[in-house]
């Protein structure tokens, strides 16, 4: 047995949609250990076909109805129609449910999110998938579309802020508001980081997160070094 077998296995699923039985591959998580983690939580693996996310999302095979844990476990009888007229009338069976590579894992991203808007899931969880797209992209060194997908987490992740969706899901609202920082700070953003940090930095529940503000009073302190040192440059020059 190989490293590999040892560490993914086959979880049993059954669609929220059509009722098939299957099964999927999935990570154990205390068997793979990320060597580097980013500021936006994107981890990296010396065996990149062990990295969880490449496993996040679930495709039924039959129906094409991709989802992950944080999907409504009922699917309503008119999200069902809509489902069964812009998925599965256009699904060509196609099986992601064996060990994935990263342009396998982007095309079941893909569709998740589709899948997504169709059933019209919480803000955040669009976000979710967004994010963990662009994180895929990243290890391509895709950049442009990495960057296409950071804006669009962005823009769901503070739709879910503004509306309250992330309440009833496991994401607080310190780490909601540190991520919307961190994003923006990527996409050179950087009067609008340094604001979402302040809030994390000064929230009322801040003991509950010590990690996550301390990660963000970290990006603030070194986003204001920077800005200090392009404002001498500026002041140089003139």
């Known amino acids: 047995m190989n490293r590999l077998e040892t560490i993914l296995y086959d979880k049993k699923f059954s669609c929220a949609h059509c009722g098939h039985n299957f099964t999927s591959k999935k990570t154990r998580l ?3 250990h990320p060597y580097k983690r980013d500021p936006d939580f994107c981890e990296y693996y010396e065996e990149q076909s062990e990295n969880p996310i490449l496993y996040h999302v679930v495709v039924c095979p039959r129906c094409g109805y991709s ?5 409504r476990k009922k699917v309503p009888q008119q999200i069902a129609q809509l489902i069964e007229e812009k998925i599965t009338a256009n699904w060509t069976q196609k099986d992601y449910t064996g060990i994935r590579t990263i342009p396998e894992a982007i095309v079941t991203y893909k569709l998740a999110i589709f899948t997504a808007n169709v059933c019209k899931e919480p803000h955040c969880v669009i976000a979710g998938l967004c994010l963990r797209l662009a994180w895929l992209y990243r290890y391509l060194k895709h950049t442009e579309n990495e960057r296409r997908f950071l804006k669009l987490a962005l823009s769901e992740y503070e739709a879910s802020y503004e509306r309250g969706d992330y309440v009833s899901t496991s994401l607080s609202e310190i780490r909601l508001t540190y991520l919307i920082g961190e994003l923006h700070r990527q996409l050179d953003n950087y009067a609008k980081a340094l604001y979402y940090f ?26 204001r070094e920077k800005m200090k040192q392009q404002e001498k440059k500026v002041n140089n020059k003139t």
């Open 30 to 32: 205390r068997r793979s």
């Open 198 to 223: 302040s809030k994390v930095v000064e929230h009322p529940l801040r003991a509950n997160e010590p990690q996550t503000v301390r990660m963000a009073r970290d990006q603030w302190q070194n986003m």
């Open 67 to 71: 989802f992950n844990d944080q999907f």
